[in-house]
C-alpha cells in the first residue's frame, strides 16, 4: 500500500496516510480536529477544508452544501475525498477543545477534601469543584465533548458504535477528558487536596457510552435501557484516574431521559407540588417536565444541539468572542461574550437574531429570508469583517425552526396529557447554560416558550450540575427524594406519538 504526504500549509505541517483512507478519518487522527455534525455522512457541511493541490471535481453532496463561490476557491468537505495522492490544502475550521477554568477566589477552605460534579452533555462537559466541608465552589471548569468529532448529536454516535465497534473507545475518550478537566482545574489551586467523591449525570444516551454499555436497546424501539435505573457506584482506578475515589451516578428515569433530569428535579426539590410548575432543560436532549400536587409529568425530544451553538455555520458555545445579544435599531447593535471581537453566534444570540428579524421582516413566518435581505449564498451578513464575517444562513434557520419546534411541541404533548394548561403554570424554570442569558420576551416571538406572563418564567442556570453538586453533599436525600417522587412520576413517551408529530409540523412556522 502507498503513502502519501498531505501538507496543510497554514498549520505548515505534514501528514503521512496510507492510500484510500478518508481525508476526514486521517486529518482527525491527526489531531486536526476538523468539525463533522454528521458524522462523516456529507450531510452537515462542516468538515470544509480548502484544497490547493491538486482540486478534486466536486462531489454531489458538495454542490448541494457549498457555495459556487466556495466551490471555485478549492473548498471541498473532508468526508467526502479518500487519499490517492500527495496533498495540499489548508484548513478552514478547527473544533476548540481548550478547557475553560474559572476559580472562585472568595471560597471559605475548611478542609482538603473535595466532591466533584460532573454534567456530561452530548455538546459540552461542565465540572464544578466543592469543599465538602465550607460547601463552597473552588472551581468550575468546562469543555467540548470529545465525542462532537463523530457526530453532534447521540443517534449518529450510536451509529458510530453499532456499525463500527467503538463503544471502549468512546469510554476511554470520555473518562480521558473529564481526567483532563479535572486535573486542570486542580493545578489552579493553591494546595493539593484530596478527592472524595465524583458525581456525574448526564443523559441516557451519553451514560452508556461512558460506560460503554449495551447501547442498542436505546437506538431501537421501544427505547428502553436496562441500565442505569439504580444508584451506580465503582472505583475511578477502574476508568483511568490517578486518585482513587468513588464514582456515583444517580438513577435515570427512563427512555433518554438520564440521571441529569434527575439532578435537575432534585434542585428543584423544594418547588415541586406546592404549585403548578413546568421546567425544561434546554441542550440537545430536550428533557422537560411539568408538575402540580399530583404528581410530575415527564418527557424529552430530540431538540437537536442548534441552541448550543452546532450545526450552525458560525455558530458557537457561549465563550468569549460569541454573539450573546442582538438589536436591530437602523444598524446592527451586537454585544459578545467577554465584550471582545465577534467569532461566532451562541443559542442566545440565535435567539435575538431571529426575534429582530421577524420584527423587521428579514424572515417570514414560514422561515424563509427575505431575498430583500439575503445574497446570492442564502445568508444574511451579521457581523462584517475582511478575514472573518459572520452569517446567518437559510439552513441555520432550519435547524433552529427544527430545534424549537420539537421543544415546543413536546411541551405541549406534556401540558396535555398531564391536564396541567400552560397558563396556569405559575413557575416556569428555564435550565441549562443557553437558558441562563436568553432574552425571555425574545424567545417567546420565534415560539420557543409559551406566552405567559414574562414573571413566572425563571432561569436556574445549569440545573443538572446544580444538582450534581447536590448530590454531592447529600446523596443519601437525593436518592430518598427520588424513590418519594416515583410513585408519582409519568414518563410520556413522544416516539410515536401522533399528536406530537402533528403539533411538531404545526410549530416549525415562527
Known amino acids: 500500500m502507498n503513502n502519501y504526504t498531505i501538507t496543510i500549509v497554514n498549520y505548515k505541517i505534514d501528514i503521512t496516510s496510507p492510500s484510500k483512507v478518508s481525508l476526514l478519518n486521517i486529518l482527525n487522527r491527526s489531531g486536526m480536529n476538523i468539525p463533522s455534525y454528521c458524522a462523516g455522512r456529507g450531510v452537515c457541511g462542516k468538515c470544509k477544508v480548502r484544497f490547493i493541490d491538486p482540486i478534486p471535481t466536486p462531489t454531489k453532496a458538495e454542490e448541494k452544501l457549498l457555495s459556487n463561490k466556495e466551490i471555485q476557491n478549492g473548498i471541498r468537505l473532508a468526508c467526502q475525498h479518500f487519499v490517492n495522492s500527495n496533498i495540499s490544502l489548508e484548513l478552514s475550521e478547527k473544533f476548540d477543545f481548550d478547557i475553560f477554568i474559572k476559580v472562585n477566589q472568595n471560597h471559605r477552605r475548611k478542609s482538603n477534601t473535595l466532591g466533584i460534579a460532573v454534567d456530561l452533555g452530548t455538546t459540552t462537559i461542565y465540572m464544578r469543584a466543592i469543599d465538602l466541608e465550607s460547601r463552597d465552589w473552588l472551581f468550575e471548569a468546562m469543555s467540548l465533548n470529545p465525542l462532537i468529532m463523530f457526530g453532534a448529536d447521540v443517534v449518529s454516535r450510536m451509529t458510530w458504535i453499532i456499525e463500527k465497534n467503538k463503544g471502549a473507545f468512546f469510554s476511554r475518550q470520555l473518562f480521558g477528558k473529564i481526567s483532563s478537566i479535572l486535573v486542570s482545574g486542580i493545578s489552579k489551586l493553591n494546595y493539593r487536596p484530596q478527592i472524595r467523591k465524583m458525581v456525574i449525570v448526564g443523559n441516557n444516551p451519553m451514560m452508556h457510552l461512558l460506560l460503554n454499555l449495551d447501547i442498542s436497546k436505546l437506538a431501537f424501539a421501544p427505547y428502553e435501557s436496562p441500565y442505569l435505573h439504580k444508584p451506580t457506584r465503582f472505583d475511578s482506578k477502574k476508568y483511568g484516574f490517578d486518585e482513587n475515589f468513588e464514582i456515583f451516578i444517580p438513577p435515570s428515569i427512563g427512555g433518554f431521559i438520564g440521571s441529569d433530569f434527575s439532578a435537575v428535579l432534585y434542585f428543584l426539590e423544594d418547588s415541586l407540588f406546592h404549585k403548578r410548575g413546568a421546567v425544561i432543560d434546554l441542550g440537545t436532549n430536550g428533557e422537560m417536565g411539568i408538575w402540580n400536587k399530583n404528581g410530575v409529568f415527564v418527557t424529552s425530544t430530540a431538540a437537536g444541539p442548534a441552541f448550543e451553538g452546532m450545526k450552525i455555520a458560525h455558530g458557537m458555545v457561549a465563550i468569549d468572542g460569541a454573539i450573546e445579544s442582538f438589536k436591530i435599531n437602523n444598524t446592527f447593535h451586537i454585544k459578545t461574550v467577554g ?17 429582530e428579524f421577524l420584527k423587521n421582516n428579514f424572515i417570514h413566518k414560514n422561515g424563509r429570508i427575505n431575498s430583500k435581505f ?12 475582511p478575514t472573518d464575517p459572520i452569517y446567518l444562513y437559510q439552513k441555520d434557520i432550519r435547524e433552529i425552526q427544527l430545534s424549537k419546534a420539537a421543544i415546543s411541541a413536546a411541551l405541549r404533548v406534556l401540558s396535555e396529557e398531564s391536564g396541567i394548561t400552560l397558563d396556569n403554570i405559575e413557575d416556569f424554570f428555564l435550565a441549562g447554560n443557553f437558558g441562563n442569558t436568553m432574552n425571555i420576551e425574545n424567545a417567546v416571538t420565534v415560539g420557543l416558550l409559551p406566552k405567559i406572563k414574562k414573571e413566572r418564567f425563571k432561569l436556574i442556570g445549569n440545573a443538572a450540575l446544580k444538582g450534581a453538586v447536590k448530590f454531592c453533599l447529600d446523596e443519601r436525600s437525593g436518592i430518598d427524594f ?14 410515536n406519538d401522533e399528536k406530537f408529530i402533528e403539533t411538531f409540523v404545526e410549530m416549525m412556522k415562527f
Open 482 to 495: 427520588l424513590k418519594n417522587i416515583d410513585e408519582r412520576l409519568k414518563h410520556v413517551r413522544l416516539e
Open 374 to 385: 439575503s445574497d446570492e449564498n442564502d445568508r444574511i451578513l451579521i457581523f462584517d469583517d
Open 339 to 355: 465584550n471582545t471581537k465577534p467569532k461566532g453566534i451562541c443559542g442566545s444570540g440565535l435567539i435575538d437574531i431571529l426575534s
